[in-house]
């Protein structure tokens, strides 16, 4: 069968989400090969031996926190010239899609970002222009190198016992002009009590109608176990913070359910979440653009509708 490459993003020896993504996706291609940069291996191994995974390449000799994506993007670079795999998949995230980008650059081979589906004839789905319009593409050139937006399928387990390929690098064989910026300190997002917003399977977003009180919308996400979101408007008017923006300025997520309170609907916003599975709108409004693009529609006061939907969920788990 094909080698298909993963990149594995990983935070303090934790596996980030969107991995199993990749793996499930890539198996539909060949086998599966991991690209682990630096991190604890042994933990790092036991996290991945339920994806499906045939082989987990080691890449190590260079510190990669040290520097921005430049230097990842050389080691693989070097690897998939040397391999020639079926394809490379990334998680699309600001830092997947500089690598993807700069290995692109490296390798003289096509790109496609933020693809929400691939095929095992290596045909890429991407929803455009507001989700207006569906793309279906393939790269022309080289090895297809195509980054994937969170939350686009079903996570497909599989046991395996993956074999282990350490590769060393030399960082004074690497270019130095593009090893990227190096990295002097880091500071560390606080984290809450609720799922990251770009993995999370349910998404509560609050808008201009929640007149910068979003005590109701967090209330429904904590008892649905859900991130919060924001639209442009309520970010920029400093309502929430800008790290929980959805939309085409913001963040783009995918999630199973997304519940939009008090957003009218701009083409902005529907292009951050247009892919969501089940989208829910309340609105005031009878009339605003969300309402085309929801599965289901509540015409009311969010102030209203959502402790009753709070409570009722929460009857409902007691």
Known sequence: MSQVFILVDHTHGKVAHPVGEL??????????????????????TTQLSDLGISEIISISGINFDKY???????????????????????????????????????????IITDAIDIDAALVATQSIFGGSTTVHSKVGHGTPI???RSNSVEIE???????????????????????????????????????????????????RGTNGDFAPVEALADVLGAAVGAS???????WYPHSHQVGQTGKTVSPSLYVACGISGAI????????SKVIVAINKDPDAPIFDLADLGIVGDLFAVLPQATAEIQLKKA
């Open 23 to 44: 793996a499930t996706f890539a198996r539909r291609i060949g086998d599966v090969s991991a690209l682990v940069l630096g991190g604890d291996l042994a933990v790092l």
């Open 68 to 110: 921005s994506a430049g230097a990842s993007a050389q080691a693989i670079a070097q690897l998939v010239t040397d391999r020639s795999p079926a394809a490379l998949l990334i998680t699309s995230t600001a830092r997947g899609k500089e690598i993807a980008a700069r290995v692109a650059v490296r390798t003289n081979s096509g």
């Open 146 to 148: 195509i980054t994937l």
């Open 157 to 207: 387990s599989s046991a395996t016992t993956p074999t282990l390929t350490e590769v060393k690098v030399v960082e004074s064989d690497f270019d130095a002009s593009r090893l990227g910026d190096k990295v002097v300190s880091v500071t560390e997002a606080i984290s809450g009590g609720r799922p990251e917003l770009t993995e999370a399977s349910i998404i509560v977003s609050g808008g």
């Open 232 to 238: 442009r408007a309520a970010t920029d008017a400093g």
């Open 268 to 275: 902005q916003h529907r292009a951050g979440m247009q892919t």
